[in-house]
């Protein structure tokens, strides 16, 4: 028994636990909110209240919660081989059906892609930690060893690791941890509706990017730049879809001056762009790929990064001469997170659940559009297949009008996303979900912007 036994679970919390992006001021006002149960699209709080959740946990929990078929494969993997590490060449079964899989799922899926081998980590930071390494070993092996500063744009999500930290590109993360540090640019974030001059079209805006990104090259100098890390749609930034012709007109660039692309694929990944990968929706040619979250739909913390060919050709070259690659982590290919792995894929095949996001993207678009979209207070509504958002405008700078909304919604019965970068709220529900839960979520939102008015008049 601990001090403790005889205190609520609130006070337990404010009193121990040091929760991740969170406001310390307000877990000690408020306290926190206790989740209990989770169905399909349905989350339960310990006040008996059920959210329909239209954020997935996270981006993450693609295949929906309570997926008997991911627990049983996870039971099983955990009954059989408990843990297996990966160092030393040591190898297990799931993982191994797992790294074949992925290759083969991303080259059907990803037209002109080439991917050679899958590292497997734990997180989406640390994919893209491992992304940043593995530039920084394969220019050292090419033996141009000033070639590695990465460029990321503003308002990218890229992590909170130290590294992943630094590539992300708002400004809320780096707030008194001495970030972005060295070696990272920040180029103009992509999105038209926000950063494009009045009367500037979107082919007019894509060329204003590139210009600048070339700028940008020349001015630091191609001989010092690694990678370009995009993803394919800015989740955390504000449902950023990319302006016409952009990635193409990137990729023109990165090639020309040899610098590799890194498609953050961490929630665009398993089919939450109505296609398996980002990379296919937006015509992307990566040199490495980081997936997490929907890999696993969030059973089971794992992470992977695919290689192309042209960097595992240079690694391996040079392997007799550099001896093993020193880089990994104890859980790297664990067997119980790559047995949930591929029951999540089968789960998702045999349900149809990417055409589900492709088929009703659309529909979660329209649904929002038609009750908040022609409010003062929304400026736009976007999406790609099951990530869309609602992005407020006329405020204040600073004021964050859909954090009111949002606190509005809980209590209506929906869990919404407000983003950190832009007043936007997103909206990325399980790829489970149905037309009539996508109606009933955009109903409920309805009433809680009508709700917050008085405070956002
Ligand atoms: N990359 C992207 C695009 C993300 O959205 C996230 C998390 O939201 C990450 C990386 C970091 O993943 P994790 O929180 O698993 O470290």
Same mark, same amino acid.
């Given at each position: 028994?601990?001090?403790?036994?005889?205190?609520?679970?609130?006070? =337990?919390?404010?009193?121990?636990?040091?929760?991740?992006?969170?406001?310390?001021?307000?877990?000690?006002?408020?306290?926190?909110?206790?989740?209990?149960?989770?169905?399909?699209?349905?989350?339960?709080?310990?006040?008996?209240?059920?959210?329909?959740?239209?954020?997935?946990?996270?981006?993450?929990?693609?295949?929906?919660?309570?997926?008997?078929?991911?627990?049983?494969?996870?039971?099983?993997?955990?009954?059989?081989?408990?843990?297996?590490?990966?160092?030393?060449?040591?190898?297990?079964?799931?993982? $191994?059906?797992?790294?074949?899989?992925?290759?083969?799922?991303?080259?059907?899926?990803?037209?002109?892609?080439?991917? @050679?081998?899958?590292?497997?980590?734990?997180?989406?930071?640390?994919?893209?930690?491992?992304?940043?390494? #593995?530039?920084?070993?394969?220019?050292? *092996?090419?033996?141009?060893?000033?070639?590695?500063? $990465?460029?990321?744009?503003?308002?990218?999500?890229?992590? #909170?690791? =130290?590294?992943?930290?630094?590539?992300?590109? !708002?400004?809320?993360?780096?707030?008194?941890?001495?970030?972005?540090?060295?070696?990272?640019?920040?180029?103009?974030?992509?999105?038209?509706?926000?950063?494009?001059? /009045?009367?500037?079209?979107?082919?007019? +805006?894509?060329?204003? #990017?590139?210009?600048?990104?070339?700028? =940008? !090259?020349?001015?630091?100098?191609?001989?010092?730049?690694?990678? +370009? !890390?995009?993803?394919?749609?800015?989740?955390?930034?504000?449902? #950023?879809?990319?302006?016409?012709?952009?990635?193409?007109?990137?990729?023109?660039?990165?090639?020309?001056?040899? &610098?590799?692309?890194?498609?953050?694929?961490? &929630?665009?990944?398993?089919?939450?762009?109505?296609?398996?990968?980002?990379?296919?929706?937006?015509? *992307?040619?990566?040199?490495?790929?980081?997936?997490?979250?929907?890999?696993?739909?969030?059973?089971?913390?794992?992470?992977?990064?695919? &290689?192309?060919?042209?960097?595992?050709?240079?690694?391996?070259?040079?392997?007799?001469?550099?001896?093993?690659?020193?880089?990994?982590?104890?859980?790297?290919?664990? /067997?119980?997170?790559?047995?949930?792995?591929?029951?999540?894929?089968?789960?998702?095949?045999?349900?149809?659940?990417?055409?589900?996001? @492709?088929?009703?993207?659309?529909?979660?678009?329209?649904?929002?559009?038609?009750?908040?979209?022609?409010?003062?207070?929304?400026?736009?509504?976007?999406?790609?297949?099951?990530?869309?958002?609602?992005?407020?405008?006329?405020?204040?700078?600073?004021?964050?009008?859909?954090?009111?909304?949002?606190?509005?919604?809980?209590?209506?019965?929906?869990?919404?996303?407000?983003?950190?970068?832009? /007043?936007?709220?997103?909206?990325?529900?399980?790829?489970?979900?149905?037309?009539?839960? $996508?109606?009933?979520?955009?109903?409920?939102?309805?009433?809680?912007?009508?709700?917050?008015?008085?405070?956002?008049?």
């Amino acid at each position: 028994m601990n001090e403790f036994t005889n205190v609520s679970l609130d006070r =337990m919390d404010r009193a121990s636990l040091f929760h991740p992006v969170s406001s310390i001021h307000d877990i000690t006002t408020h306290g926190p909110q206790i989740y209990t149960d989770a169905k399909g699209v349905e989350v339960t709080r310990d006040t008996g209240q059920t959210l329909l959740d239209m954020g997935a946990g996270l981006w993450c929990v693609n295949v929906g919660y309570g997926r008997t078929e991911l627990v049983q494969a996870g039971a099983e993997a955990m009954q059989k081989l408990s843990f297996q590490h990966f160092f030393g060449g040591a190898s297990a079964e799931p993982t $191994i059906r797992l790294a074949d899989r992925l290759l083969g799922l991303f080259r059907e899926t990803v037209p002109g892609s080439d991917m @050679a081998r899958v590292f497997f980590g734990n997180s989406g930071s640390d994919a893209n930690d491992t992304a940043v390494k #593995l530039v920084v070993y394969y220019n050292n *092996l090419r033996g141009k060893p000033d070639k590695k500063k $990465i460029i990321s744009r503003q308002g990218a999500y890229h992590g #909170l690791t =130290m590294t992943a930290a630094g590539l992300t590109g !708002i400004a809320g993360y780096h707030t008194a941890f001495d970030l972005p540090g060295k070696g990272v640019l920040h180029t103009t974030c992509p999105h038209h509706f926000g950063f494009a001059t /009045p009367g500037e079209s979107e082919a007019a +805006f894509t060329d204003r #990017l590139i210009a600048e990104l070339e700028q =940008m !090259i020349a001015r630091e100098g191609a001989d010092t730049i690694g990678a +370009f !890390i995009a993803e394919p749609v800015m989740g955390t930034g504000g449902v #950023l879809l990319p302006p016409e012709g952009y990635f193409a007109r990137v990729q023109e660039v990165l090639d020309r001056h040899d &610098i590799l692309l890194i498609a953050d694929e961490v &929630i665009t990944g398993f089919g939450r762009t109505g296609q398996w990968f980002g990379s296919g929706t937006y015509g *992307l040619r990566p040199d490495i790929v980081s997936l997490a979250k929907g890999l696993t739909s969030a059973y089971f913390p794992m992470s992977a990064s695919m &290689i192309s060919t042209r960097m595992w050709e240079v690694f391996a070259n040079a392997s007799e001469k550099t001896g093993a690659v020193m880089h990994g982590f104890t859980y790297s290919g664990h /067997p119980v997170g790559a047995a949930i792995a591929l029951a999540n894929l089968d789960v998702m095949t045999r349900e149809g659940m990417v055409d589900n996001a @492709a088929r009703l993207g659309p529909v979660l678009v329209d649904a929002l559009q038609s009750r908040v979209g022609g409010t003062p207070h929304v400026g736009d509504v976007r999406g790609v297949g099951l990530m869309a958002g609602v992005e407020f405008a006329g405020f204040p700078a600073g004021s964050a009008p859909h954090k009111i909304v949002a606190k509005h919604a809980m209590q209506a019965g929906v869990l919404t996303r407000a983003l950190p970068y832009r /007043p936007v709220t997103s909206f990325s529900p399980p790829l489970c979900v149905t037309e009539a839960e $996508i109606i009933e979520a955009a109903t409920r939102y309805d009433r809680a912007l009508k709700a917050a008015m008085p405070e956002l008049d």
